[in-house]
């Protein structure tokens, strides 16, 4: 079975637990679904435990199940959250947060300050393995209680009082608050926890602070969210529900967006962008997303490894700009600096080599590749490895043909799912690999993070004394100015070093369909299903 044709079984698989999906031209089938919100998951999601999910669709349904101290505004800013507000130290290093009393467990029991630092020590404890536990390194004695030198209980979080929760930092960080409405530093029931264990975030296990409850996960088709009727807001949710359905394929996705069976798409198929913007037009939302696509070098071996101007030769090959109109053609932008433009107060760096022109780039391209031992005679091999889906393959194919033009490389393109493309980056069986960052604030600390010898989703092992310190420094200074100018000199002493290509800059992409009312976009990609509601349909 091929993978296109695997994909499209996924999706049958969810129309059957609907009840049937309708094709191009039939009847809309939502009736008898109520007040359910119907939207697209590009990918199943690797888990639904807050502290322990990693990728960009489990967020997103987590964002709906689980709220942190802070949320996010209609513009992805930071806001109050199960948090009524915070104060904040003169020296910039303890956030004192309070909390609203009325805040309810989906169990009726309330959200109290010891749930949020269970939570908090639970990302931090090295027991979890959480990839995301390095986030919030900014916080007192968290570096030492990850690498497994202290014990758990010495994070910087407290609870004073049963409603308030004290962070205290390392060094300063005013995006503390626009990290906290991440998930992964969601609460925690402990009770529930120590009863359930491993199992702790399956449904009818783990219980929401949020605005819905996981009810249901079918795993390949759909996961069912119910109203949470204890959730401190719960007279503002407009909905009865919320059906995560699963769909890999984007042109089946579209099918059933078409056919009544989605209410929003998470994934707007390329091919078809220029039939939607003109049937599609109002219903069609694409904005600017701080969001990176890149491929990685496995940077601890060969042929990558201690090569940088290999590194770079490859880097220069690549026509962005032709990638961008001609393979990905819905407004993406080309990447020549890894942090995206738009992000608050920065100015994103980019190498000199962008300057020059498409034949300039190529001859200095070869000449790279000529230095690292490389000819048409003795070619560069290597395999590309990049997860299932139609963006990624087509972008593969048109990388590998470019290098294969301009320099001659021999690049064998591997499809695989993605769990088991992690595994392969994981235990450095990957030569290269595709992959992709989202600023999980608005921030560049988010981005230059990334890169960080210590952190844990540095996919490419980057490891550079100099970079690090840089970025610490810039995470110790109060002076924002000179803040921003540390991480610009970190950006640009690691474009040079090149552990990565980045390839183009995300714009989120979206149909929603005329009956959803609320919807809004921002440059984090964030639209809660909360402040979403449903006209209904006519009879």
Excluded at 183 to 209: E, F, I, K, N, W
Excluded at 524 to 536: F, I, K, N, P, Q
Aim: charged share 20%; net charge neutral.
């Amino acid at each position: 079975m091929s993978r296109r044709v695997a994909r499209g079984a996924a999706l049958l698989l969810a129309c059957a637990a609907l009840g049937g999906c309708a094709r191009h031209g039939a009847a809309p089938a939502a009736g008898g679904r109520g007040n359910v919100l119907l939207r697209g998951l590009d990918l199943e999601p690797d888990s639904l435990d807050p502290q322990k999910a990693r990728s960009v669709e489990a967020q997103r349904v987590l964002r709906d199940i689980c709220e942190g101290l802070t949320t996010l505004d209609r513009h992805g800013r930071p806001a109050p959250g199960i948090a009524t507000g915070w104060t904040v130290s003169s020296d910039g290093r303890t956030y004192t947060f309070s909390l609203r009393h009325n805040a309810r467990w989906s169990t009726g029991a309330p959200v109290l300050a010891k749930d949020f630092v269970a939570g908090l020590r639970r990302l931090v404890d090295p027991r979890t393995a959480s990839d995301y536990a390095a986030v919030v390194s900014v916080i007192r004695h968290a570096p030492g209680i990850i690498a497994g030198r202290r014990p758990v209980a010495d994070l910087g979080v407290l609870a004073p009082t049963p409603y308030t929760v004290v962070v205290e930092l390392r060094t300063p960080a005013h995006y503390l608050p626009a990290l906290l409405a991440h998930p992964a530093t969601c609460p925690v029931d402990p009770a529930l926890l120590a009863r359930y264990g491993a199992s702790y975030a399956h449904a009818g296990h783990m219980p929401s602070d949020g605005a819905f409850v996981l009810t249901r996960w079918v795993h390949g088709s759909y996961i069912e969210l119910t109203r949470n009727p204890d959730y401190w807001r719960n007279d503002a949710t407009h909905l009865a529900g919320v059906r995560y359905i699963i769909a890999t394929d984007e042109n089946a996705e579209l099918e059933m967006y078409r056919a009544g069976e989605l209410d929003i798409m998470d994934v707007v198929p390329r091919t078809e962008i220029g039939w939607i913007r003109a049937h599609l037009g109002d219903q069609l939302h694409i904005e600017p997303e701080l969001g990176t696509y890149f491929y990685g070098f496995n940077l601890r071996r060969a042929p990558f490894k201690g090569e940088p101007g290999l590194r770079r030769a490859l880097a220069l090959a690549i026509d962005r700009t032709r990638l961008t109109r001609f393979v990905l053609r819905a407004g993406e932008l080309p990447a020549y600096s890894w942090v995206p433009p738009g992000t608050d107060g920065y100015t994103p760096q980019t190498p000199a080599w962008r300057a020059l022109d498409r034949a300039e780039r190529i001859g200095a391209a070869r000449r790279l590749y000529a230095a690292a031992g490389y000819s048409p005679s003795h070619p560069l091999h290597f395999t590309l490895e990049y997860n299932t889906g139609e963006v990624n393959e087509d972008v593969a194919l048109a990388v590998a043909s470019m290098w294969r033009r301009t320099l001659g490389i021999h690049v064998s393109l591997q499809a695989e799912d993605f769990s088991s493309l992690m595994q392969d980056i994981s235990s450095g069986e990957a030569t290269m690999f595709r992959s992709s960052w989202i600023g999980d604030y608005n921030d560049p600390y988010t981005f230059a993070q990334y890169f960080k010898s210590d952190f844990g989703i540095n996919l490419p092992r980057y490891h550079n004394a100099t970079y690090d310190s840089l970025v610490d420094r810039a995470e110790a200074t109060l002076d924002p100015t000179r803040r921003i100018a540390l991480l610009e000199q970190a950006e640009k002493l690691m474009l040079r070093d090149q552990p990565i290509i980045p390839l183009y800059f995300y714009v989120s992409k979206h149909l929603v369909k005329p009956r959803v009312t609320g919807w809004y976009d921002n440059v984090m990609d964030v639209t809660y299903s909360r402040e979403l509601g449903l006209r209904a349909l006519p009879r």
